[in-house]
C-alpha cells in the first residue's frame, strides 16, 4: 500500500528539488544533468576484487547525485525512478560499447539488465526495491531508444548478509562470499541475450564482483564480456582511466 500514494503524493503535491532543494522541482535541470548529462566513465575501484566485471557509471556519488539516490531509496520519492533510470540507461550503453558487445554482432540482440537483489527485509522496510525499479526504468528508456532490453531478475540472496555501511573493502568481500545464487526460473532468458548487472552504486565493487561470480556459477552468460552498469560511483570506485 506504501508505493502507490507515494507516488501520487510526488506526482500531485509541491515539491523541492531532491538534489538541491531547489523550489517546487522534484529534479532541476542541473541535478539532472548531473545524473549523466556528461555520458558514463569506467568505474575502477582499487583495490579491485577478484571477477569484477568492467563497470560503468554515469555520475559520482556526491552533492546532489547522492541526495536524489538516497531520497529514492530511503525516503521513497518514488517518482525519482525515472530520472535514476535514465542515468542507468546511459551506463549500460557505455557497459556494452565498452566491452564490444554493441558491435560485431551485437546489435537487435536483446540486453536482459540484472539487477542485484535487496534483501527482503529491506525491500519490506523500504516499501519497494530501489535498484529493480531503476532498472524498469532504465530497460524502458532503453526500448524506447531501440536497444530490446528488458529486466531479468535472476540473482537471489541464498544466505543473510550483514550490513555494508561501515565495512572495508576485505570485509564486504568476506560479508558477501557466497551469498548469491543464479535462479534461472526467476525470468526467461532468450539464448544469446547480452547481461548487464546494474546496481545504484559502486564502492569498493564486491557486490558486483560476488554477483558476477553466481552468474558464472548459474551458467548463465558464458563466452560473453562481463560488463556491469551503476547510476553512481563513490570516489573509492571511480578511480578511472584507460
Known sequence: MRGWWQELAGLVLP????GCGAARALLCAGCREALG????????????????????????Y??????????????????????LGAALAVSVRAALAGTGAGGAGGEGREVALVPVPSARR???ARGH?????MALAAAGRLRRAGVPARVAPVLRLRR?????????????????AGALEACPGGARLTAGARLVLVDDVVTTGATL???ARALRAGGLGAGAAPRAAVVAATRQGRKTGE
Open 15 to 18: 515539491v523541492d528539488c531532491a
Open 37 to 60: 548529462g556528461a555520458g558514463a566513465v569506467r568505474a575502477r575501484p582499487f583495490p579491485s576484487p577478484e571477477g569484477l566485471p568492467a563497470v560503468f557509471a554515469a555520475a559520482p
Open 62 to 83: 556526491e552533492g546532489p547525485v547522492r541526495a536524489v539516490l538516497l531520497a529514492h531509496k530511503e525516503r521513497g520519492a518514488l517518482p525519482l525512478a525515472g530520472a
Open 122 to 124: 529491506q525491500v519490506r
Open 129 to 133: 526495491d530501489p535498484v529493480r525499479r
Open 160 to 176: 543473510a548478509v550483514a550490513d555494508q555501511a561501515g565495512l572495508g573493502a576485505r570485509q564486504r568481500r568476506e560479508n558477501l
Open 209 to 211: 564482483a560476488e554477483a
